[in-house]
């Protein structure tokens, strides 16, 4: 059963960072998959932010551009969103996934994690 685990999210001020990591568990050929995460505001549709690819490729939503980093570690099956200047509207419900941007095509889903950002 393939499963994504994201790290817990957190509350934090405006101007503050936090890290996220999604590990992809009973994945086989892990290192073969682009991830991408997602995210969720309250009252608005699931919209992917960042992507990175088998190659190594990435790619950004301009709304997270400069501020979030994504990078994975494949030896430990695991992605990482690196956010920095949060803002209030980053506040949403974060999702990796096992394909980036258009949420009708990863195969696998993590649970999500909660990111509030407080002015």
């Known amino acids: 059963q393939v499963q994504l685990v994201e790290s817990e999210g957190d509350s934090v001020r405006t101007g503050g960072s936090l890290k996220l990591s999604c590990e992809a568990k009973?994945?086989?050929?892990?290192?073969?998959?682009?991830i991408g995460w997602f995210r969720q505001a309250p009252g608005k549709k699931r919209e992917g932010i960042s992507c990175?690819?088998?190659?190594?490729?990435?790619d950004y939503a301009d709304s997270v551009k400069a501020r979030f980093t994504i990078s994975r570690d494949n030896s430990k099956n695991t992605v990482f969103l690196e956010m920095n200047t949060l803002k209030p509207e980053d506040t949403a419900v974060y999702y990796c996934?096992?394909?980036?941007?258009?949420?009708?095509?990863?195969?696998?889903w993590g649970q999500g994690t909660r990111v509030t950002v407080s002015s």
């Open positions: 009973s994945l086989s050929q892990f290192e073969t998959y682009a």
């Open positions: 996934a096992t394909d980036c941007f258009d949420v009708l095509r990863p195969k696998w």
């Open positions: 990175i690819t088998a190659d190594g490729d990435i």
